[in-house]
């Protein structure tokens, strides 16, 4: 059975289990499972996960930019590449705010059960009222010591810590390309990044019984009013997600690129249908190459490039999906963002995007950081789980489809462009 089965099957039997059983919380045998049994196996899990966050954090941002910085013989093109990465996913980030705050999908769960079952309501509340000024947290997003924002990363200082990889990475880009050391540094680099997701790979196998656990914990202390919020959740980032597809990537398109978006969409339908079966935007690449190429007609030095680096630099489409789910998860936790807050949601769901791997789950890990660097509790993950697969399908179709439209805008901004036949609209 495939794993996006198990989950669902894991999702739906344990959260049937646990409505069920709602009624006998108090039970002392149910208390007792509860707290040596359900509650040890998701924190097992989630503390798999969250192993492998700083080595691959690390990694996975020093090889993008280095990737993005390797093009020197296409001159500009690694810059606008970096630049439509990074306005675009702020679009997408944005949508994500503005939805969440005017759909609040997070508000029709019983906040006081969701605090008593995190049992930290204190911690939630004191890490709320720390939060420090915009400008100061600004000025904090520089770390003064890397390894201590390295070992501190999971105690909200995991964005100095990206701040420290985008600075080394554009350091290490700089080398002369031939350089031997350099090479040696990039080959360890994707060596840790791989063994990292090996071990997300092997984690994820366990994750059928976590969810079974987390969900049924969840439930038994929500009741059913958890998947009211769950399905309202699930439409405000499907909804996000097309608004990010058809307006931003379509005015994109017919301002920047002067192409007509419906026909772009229209050629692009495979790319978007194998994006969406393997939630995958690694395995998708080989497939957009030869679209962009093809049915696009991108000159193939240029669209090469964006679409290598996008893969896994540019999902804008996941950006937004962390968005929604911090913000989502703050409002089940009953905490009251402040705007500067807010902003560090933002910032950290951009480069989470640039961060996460081009894989099925990827940014699940991103998740928990931005969740946590907020007051979130881990456990606050055991809600999403469930759908997640769903979700991920939906947003690799959108990063994918990002990464076309980034070819597309850089290319016909380039003047390296000599594409046969662009699909322009008169
Ligand atoms: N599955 C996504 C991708 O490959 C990454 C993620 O959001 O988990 O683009």
Redesign the pocket.
Known sequence: MKLHTRLLLALVAGAALGVALHGQVEQPWLAWTTLNLLQPIGQIFLRLIFMVVVPMVFSALVIGVCELGRGRDLKGVAGRTLLYTLLMSAASVVIAVVLVNAIRPGERIDRAAVRAQAGSAKAIEASAEAATSVTQTIVELIPRNPLDAAVRALDGQMLQLMIFALIFGVAVSAASPGDKRRTVLIGLLEEIFDASMRIVHFVMKLAPFAVFAIILNTTLTFGAGVFAALLLYVLTVVIGLLLQQFLVYGAVLRVFAKRSPLEFFRNCREVYLYAFST????ATLPLSLEVAETKLCLPPQISRFALTVGSTAN?N??AL?EGVTVLFLAQVYGLDLTTGQQVRVMLMSILAGVG?????????PMVLIVAQSVGIPAEGMGLILGVDRFL?MC??AV?VSGDLVIAAVVSARSPAHHAATPVVEA
């Open positions: 939630a995958s935007s690694n999902q489409g996941t999906f996460t791997a081009g894989v099925p789950g990827g940014s699940l991920d947003r690799t990063n």
